[in-house]
T-cell receptor, first 115, second 111 residues
Framework: DAGITQSPRHKVTETGTPVTLRCHQTENHRYMYWYRQDPGHGLRLIHY???????DKGEVSDGYSVSRSKTEDFLLTLESATSSQTSVYFC??????????????FGPGTRLTVL | GENVEQHPSTLSVQEGDSAVIKCTYSDSASNYFPWYKQELGKRPQLIID?????GEKKDQRIAVTLNKTAKHFSLHITETQPEDSAVYFCAAKAAGNMLTFGGGTRLMVKP
């Protein structure tokens, strides 16, 4: 499982509240990603990181922010949760430091429900 | 940016038959194409991948083919078994180190 954990695994929150999801890895991989998974949409990239304090936006970044203050942790924050952000969130890491063929492995996921 | 289309969205086969899932991509610069299997309630698991410098890759009952000219790639599963039932996702590596995923195919293998 590439040493990836996510917390919490399940969360129910109310519209307008802030939410932070945590991804933790134990193998010192440089690249980390946050995806959301919704029926019919596959996996869509929210944000990714290519090093400590180095992050960039993905396809569906509106309403989300990220931080990476140390290699092992990548945090996803919903500043003010909305019902449209109800989803399953997966963290992933990329094995390798650079190049074209880095495999991605996923964490166990966090199911978030915004009421 | 990259766009990946995946077909069919659902596929039902009899145990022992073959299954084929097809994907097309838009960015001719894409050079890495992984396939993931996701069982219900679980994380996506990488099952096979192919790089742009080869046309086909096999691993036991699964194979992937790539046609760079037509910008499509396919997953082939032979001698399907009930445990092959899952959702399968294709992906293509877009700019940088990012993957763009297809919408997924739900494969059902009937005993």
């Amino acid at each position: 499982d590439a040493g990836i954990t996510q917390s919490p695994r399940h969360k129910v929150t109310e519209t307008g509240t802030p939410v932070t999801l945590r991804c933790h890895q134990t193998e010192n991989h440089r690249y980390m990603y946050w995806y959301r998974q919704d029926p019919g949409h596959g996996l869509r990239l929210i944000h990714y990181s290519y090093g400590v304090k180095d992050t960039d936006k993905g396809e569906v970044s509106d309403g989300y922010s990220v931080s990476r203050s140390k290699t092992e942790d990548f945090l996803l924050t919903l500043e003010s949760a909305t019902s449209s952000q109800t989803s399953v969130y997966f963290c992933a890491i990329s094995v390798g430091t650079s190049g074209s063929y880095n495999e991605q492995f996923f964490g166990p996921g966090t199911r978030l429900t915004v009421l | 940016g990259e766009n990946v289309e995946q077909h069919p969205s659902t596929l039902s086969v009899q145990e022992g038959d073959s299954a084929v899932i097809k994907c097309t991509y838009s960015d001719s610069a894409s050079n890495y194409f992984p396939w993931y299997k996701q069982e219900l309630g679980k994380r996506p698991q990488l099952i096979i991948d192919i790089r742009s410098n080869v046309g086909e890759k096999k691993d036991q009952r699964i194979a992937v083919t790539l046609n760079k000219t037509a910008k499509h790639f396919s997953l082939h599963i032979t001698e399907t078994q009930p445990e092959d039932s899952a959702v399968y996702f294709c992906a293509a590596k877009a700019a940088g180190n990012m993957l763009t995923f297809g919408g997924g195919t739900r494969l059902m293998v009937k005993p």
